[in-house]
């Protein structure tokens, strides 16, 4: 079996169960292939301690069978690369939030210097056979770099976050080289078949690409497989986090502690996508129309810390923060709170027993590629009794689970009538919707994403292999 080579931002240690379900599938293949993971370290190197554009310090790590190498980014590429484009321009277009990107021009620069110190890092380490995987939004014109430097070895790349319509994508200064960048790869997958549509939109109408039978889009003197593989999680490792003495423990005291009431749980980074306000105004239309809530129903908001050197963020806060304030202000009484809001995070190993004590997740994204948490909430729940998911008809998952309640976040008296009905929802029903969705997450889980995508891979192939190839 060829070596695989996995590609990413960030890496995490694939011996460690914390890294989560992504980390441990991965880590299967990288081990059972003696593996290459590459990106970035997650060191920023200052002007002053010799940090320049376009340079970084390697570093390999052996974990086990795996190669963990990494790399170092001076500021000015950190800034541009990483809170520039990649978080200021890709992550809110591509959750159609055309509002909040900021099209500096210096960002692409830096975007593209990133990725091609990337590609001339790794370059050395390649072998002839590896098979290349490059994850996300970050890494775009990866494949086209290390091509423009002569490598003909097979590459595909997954997209983790929703890919917005062509007019959307339009918007962005340069989104032609963006999209034809796409084209330097043998497979693009994509989470949903929303974002496929989208992708072959753009494909027909600006790229002017043809289909060539079975997924194949040909432009560009490039012919490239597209398709969606919308990913699961760990079932059988998230199982058994279930039932660990931490998340046990945890499922108890949520339980003891909150015996009078039943629990709706959200967590979320914390994240404009995420659609946390509305959710809360949707609370809050649930206490103010259905009153007999008030006396039966308590909200668990984690929004952990992510981003914050991103400006939107702040604001997300703040807003956040006092939608809880005045619910809690209006609706609270001498012994309730109805939302205990939490900027922090969970330990992980504790988050299954606090989705096993709650009756009902609020999973309400405004986009979310997938959105993991839907997935995980329903794996942890106690099939005698399960809880309810809500979730909103704008998450990648709900191409897939259909037997939740779905919801459009934006419609607060909607979600609101949702979320009453998910309280009151007779054992049965809870039962035989948990039954169909649990057999939906089974099967397509991460294992079945990854061996799929790999699959997929090892079949794709452009007929130009080793020739003529894309020059950005
Ligand atoms: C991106 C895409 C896509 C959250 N809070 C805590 C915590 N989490 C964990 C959850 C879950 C993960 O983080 C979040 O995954 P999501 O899928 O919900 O969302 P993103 O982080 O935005 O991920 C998304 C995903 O990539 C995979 O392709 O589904 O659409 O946006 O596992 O449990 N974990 C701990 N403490 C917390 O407080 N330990």
Partial sequence: MARLVVVSNRLADPRKTAAGGLAVALADVLNSTGGLWFGWSGKVIEAEQGGAPGEGQVHVHQAGSVKLVTVDLSREDHDAYYVGYSNGVLWPVFHYRLDLADFDAGYIDGYRRVNQLFARKLLPLLQPDDIIWVHDYHLIPFAA??????????????????????????????????????????????????????????????????????????????TVQASAFPIGIDVEEFEALTQAPEAREMYERMKNEYSRRKLLVGVDRLDYSKGLPQRMRAFRELLNSYPDTRKSATLIQIASPSREDVSAYNDILHELESLCGSINGNFGELDWMPVRYMHRTVARARLPGLYRASRVALVTPLRDGMNLVAKEFITAQDPADPGVLVLSRFAGAAEQLREALLVNPYDTAGTAAAIHLALQMPLEERRVRHQALMQNIRRYDVHWWCDSFLDSLAEARSEESGTAWLRL
């Fill in 145 to 222: 770099e290390l091509r423009a430097l002569g490598c003909a070895n097979r590459i595909g790349f997954f997209l983790h976050i929703p890919l917005p319509p062509p007019l959307i994508l339009a918007a962005i200064p340069g989104h032609d080289w963006l999209i034809r960048a796409l084209f330097s790869y043998d497979l693009l997958g994509f989470q949903s078949k929303a974002d496929l549509a989208h992708f072959t939109a753009y494909a027909q109408t600006e790229a002017h690409a043809q289909h060539v039978g079975d997924g194949r889009w040909r432009a560009f003197n490039r």
